[in-house]
């Protein structure tokens, strides 16, 4: 098969394995507009790729979301990608900061997302990340509000956030191969297939489904970023 320049998600996250308002494991948000109760929530009303995305409401206080800490030592990111969304009273800036230290200081700025950037509708965003956080094993990734003076009911979301690294990934997916299937386990055990890369570089299963041959029904493969090896 041949080959092509791609990304490879290094963190992806939909916010769809969680009920609302439940964050995902290891995000965290500030508790400021409620004590002991997150700023930032999941939400399942209007989101870019259903079930979930994520929301924090009130434009006028400042309030943030962190990652999960990300291993990039057999990485180097190039960007963090994401889509947004804003109400019209939502006029706040939405600084974007990394840090190399698990999240005790934040001393990169990647970006801001402008006041105006989705409003109405949902709009990609993308920042480039530093070559300082190449071999780092300790990289989080913060969205803050930057208050302004009114907007108090406005609401910002987002969804489908990506932490990427470029790789080459085969250009075809006859690459991956099934090359052994269990459909009579013994009792008790599960039935299962052995997934296989024959190509000559990583591919990622994010969003790969199998079926039969009419394709009467799907069963997806990953729900976050998978990469397996040739």
Sequence with gaps: PSHAQGSIDILRESFDSTTPPALPAEW???????????????TSSTTYSPPGAVLVTNATVEQWLATPTIDCRE?????????????????????????????????TSLGSIGSETGNGSYQPVEFAVPEAAAGQGRVVVRWRILPAATGASGTFRMDDIRLTSEGVEDAHADSVIINEIMFTPRPGEPEWIELQNIGHAHTDLYGWSLSDAAVTAKHGIAGNSVVVSP
């Design 75 to 107: 990485r180097t990111p190039n960007h963090v990608r994401m889509v947004v969304r804003r109400s019209a009273t939502f006029t706040a800036l939405v600084a974007v900061e990394l840090s190399l230290d698990s999240g005790a200081t934040f001393s």
């Design 28 to 42: 965290r948000s500030t508790q400021r507009r409620s004590p002991g109760i997150n700023d930032w929530g999941t």
